[in-house]
């Protein structure tokens, strides 16, 4: 039996699946990952300071003008569109094969291919609010909105509902994503290399019978792992979903 075989009858006999994934997820819609060999994060985009510090709280505070250009450029892919992987999701949570996609991505792609619930731990570039009076925009206002984008209410910053560095996530979508996961009886990792915590320390509170890695390199998880695939995660969870309806 093949690992996509073993992979395909696993979630065939799941009820209440969870997939937990990262930038990795998102790659094959053409979005890069953020620690790979090519990614963001490894890129110095000026002489002043490295990608990290331009996603934080703190640049985002002192060089406002700044850090939305770095935003607008490096963060937002409005053209990107979900791959079979997102696809495959989707349908295997029609299917009643998996409860929650738990996601460290912002760029909304599971919505988009159809999966319903989603719990983002780091935002959405899809989402964003005026820091002074809360009211909500849409990720095109930051996009027009140039330099820097101010709320049509109160004139306070609209910045994107996403989490930056320095800052915490949301409680209530880090408790639910907790519960999906411990009540999970199989969980998928994908695309995430477990080194972003708290995120990465999600894992640990899966207490199911099947822990499934579908991911480029090695993960601190692997030892763990019923079934570890060294694949793309979008033709990997296709193929597996394929064999479900045959």
């Known amino acids: 039996?093949?690992?996509?075989?073993?992979?395909?009858?696993?979630?065939?006999?799941?009820?209440?699946a969870v997939f937990f994934g990262g930038a990795g997820m998102s790659t094959e819609s053409g979005i890069p990952d953020f620690r790979g060999a090519g990614g963001i994060y490894n890129q110095r985009l000026n002489k002043n300071f490295r990608p990290e510090e331009m996603a934080s709280h703190t640049f985002f505070m002192n060089c406002t003008e700044d850090f939305f250009d770095f935003y607008r450029t490096r963060f937002v892919y409005l053209g990107a569109r979900p791959n079979a992987g997102?696809?495959?999701?989707?349908?295997?949570?029609?299917?009643?094969?998996?409860?929650?996609?738990?996601?460290q991505n912002i760029d909304g792609l599971h919505q988009a291919a159809g999966s319903?619930?989603?719990?983002?731990?780091?935002?959405?570039?899809?989402?964003?609010?005026?820091?002074?009076?809360?009211?909500?925009?849409?990720?095109?206002?930051?996009?027009?909105?140039?330099?820097?984008?101010?709320?049509?209410?109160?004139?306070g910053i609209v910045r994107p509902d996403v989490v930056l560095y320095e800052e915490s996530l949301d409680e209530k979508i880090l408790k639910a994503a907790i519960a999906a996961i411990s009540e999970a009886d199989t969980l998928i990792i994908g695309g995430t290399s477990l080194v972003v915590y708290p995120a990465a320390g999600l894992v640990e509170y899966f207490n199911g019978n099947h822990l499934i890695l579908i991911n480029k390199t090695e993960t601190r998880a692997d030892a763990y792992a019923e079934l570890v695939i060294r694949e793309n995660i979008g033709e990997t969870l296709s193929k597996a979903v394929e064999l479900l309806e045959r």
């Open 86 to 103: 997102h696809l495959a999701l989707a349908e295997l949570e029609r299917r009643g094969n998996l409860k929650a996609v738990v996601t």
């Open 1 to 16: 039996m093949t690992d996509i075989e073993k992979l395909s009858m696993i979630l065939g006999n799941s009820r209440s």
């Open 116 to 155: 319903k619930v989603v719990y983002e731990l780091h935002g959405s570039i899809r989402r964003s609010f005026c820091v002074e009076c809360g009211a909500k925009y849409d990720v095109n206002f930051i996009m027009e909105h140039k330099p820097i984008p101010h709320c049509e209410k109160c004139g």
